[in-house]
Every structure is written in C-alpha cells, then in structure tokens.
C-alpha cells in the first residue's frame, strides 16, 4: 500500500533548463509535504516543505507547489545545476498540531541527473 | 554543532548474529526515529522514540527487532538472529519538536550487511 508515489524513476535535464519532480499520494490525512535530497552513501538533506494550507513555497531555485484536489504536488527546480544530480524524496506526514507526530511516509525516490 | 550521528556507518553480520545500531541525535533534539532503506526502495518508517519511551513502533517488525532510547546515551536499534532479508541501510532521524512541521535532521546511516 503505497500512500507516497514518486512514479518517474528517473529524470534527465540541461543546465540551466527546469527540474519538475513530481509525486503524488492517496492519504487525505496528509497535512505536511517534505522534500528530501540525497546523494550515495549519505542520509537524506531537507530541501522545502509545504503545509496542507498553502499550494506554493518558495525557497531561492526551488518552489514546491500542492494541488490538494488531485492530491499532487511537485518540485521545480530553476535553474537546475550540475551539483543538483542526486535522489529527491518526497514525503508526507499526518495529522495536524500535536496529533502530527512527523513520522513520515516516503515516496520511492526520483534520480535527477543535471546534465552540463 | 555536531548533526545526527550514526555508528557504525557499515556493519557486517553472518546469519543469527545480532546487530546493534546506533545514533545520537541533534544537541537539543529529544525526538528519535528510524526509518530503513531496501534496495531500490524508499525510507519506510520502523519507529518514533522520545527519551525512554516509544511512541509509535507500527513499522517494526513484529520478531527480532527492537528499539530503546535511554535517559543518558545514545538510541538503539537491535536487531536479533539477523537474517539476509535485513540487508539494508537505517537511517535515524532526530527533531526537536516531534511534530509534522518540524524539519527532521537525518544520519549518515548504517549499512547492514548480512552474510
């Protein structure tokens, strides 16, 4: 039963074009939206997040935007860079205020590779 | 401002032997939770600790495993007569609020090796 889903394994861009990584969910309980980075052999880094109150944040090349009513939300990425090539996780967690215990639920992970 | 630390960052076990994990959260970070990798796969969710007690274990498996976060020191997670099928890396993620909104710092992680 996945409540996360990443569908595209793998995305392959320019330098200097867009990064759209997409992820969709199912749990309409879902109140809080992580995404995550990580590179081989280390532990994922937090990138941005998003409440389930907002539909866009932004933060400097990365803007994560949630449509609630098709329970989707995506990662732009402009302009992408070479050091940007790794996994991106997104993830979700249930619940709000003090019912939300941050555990989270993890998508399956997309591989962004940013080519020079 | 030391992160999240995980030891071993690799450990090999041969089948039946135990395996103990480590990881000392964030200064100030008194959430502890563990989450563990398959190949090819995402983080799945084992369990959420706060100081000596366990607040939320729905992932862990229901043998072999367990998990302990005492007063002093660092979390635990113990793995039991290992088997291949636990071949994985675990990452252990800290908070300080243990709530939704609260970004969580995750470890290196430990990559367990069953042989």
């Known amino acids: 039963d996945q409540q996360v889903k990443q569908n595209s394994p793998s995305l392959s861009v320019q330098e200097g074009r867009i990064s759209i990584l997409n992820c969709d969910y199912t749990n309409s309980m879902f109140d809080y939206f992580l995404w995550y980075k990580k590179y081989p052999a280390e532990g994922p880094t937090f990138l941005i997040s998003?409440?389930?109150?907002?539909d866009k944040n932004e933060d400097g090349r990365f803007t994560v935007f949630l449509n609630k009513s098709a329970k989707h939300l995506s990662l732009h990425i402009v302009p992408s860079q070479p050091g940007d090539s790794a996994v991106y996780f997104c993830a979700a967690s249930e619940g709000r205020g003090s019912s939300n215990t941050g555990k989270l639920i993890f998508g399956q992970g997309t591989t962004l590779q940013v080519k020079p | 401002n030391a992160g999240v630390m995980q030891n071993p960052r690799h450990l090999v076990r041969r089948r039946g032997q135990e395996a103990r994990l480590r990881c000392s959260p964030m200064?100030?970070?008194?959430?502890v939770y563990w989450y563990r990798q398959l190949p090819e796969e995402g983080l799945k969710f084992m369990v959420y600790l706060q100081k000596e007690n366990i607040i939320d274990e729905s992932g862990m498996p229901k043998e072999r495993f367990s998990a302990e976060f005492p007063k002093e020191g660092p979390s635990i997670l113990r793995i039991q007569q290992v088997v291949r099928g636990d071949s994985a890396a675990y990452f252990c993620?800290?908070?300080?609020?243990?709530?939704?909104?609260?970004?969580?710092?995750f470890g290196q992680g430990t990559r367990l090796t069953v042989v």
């Open positions: 993620a800290s908070s300080q609020t243990g709530t939704g909104n609260t970004e969580a710092f």
């Open positions: 200064k100030g970070h008194s959430h």
């Open positions: 998003i409440s389930s109150i907002k």
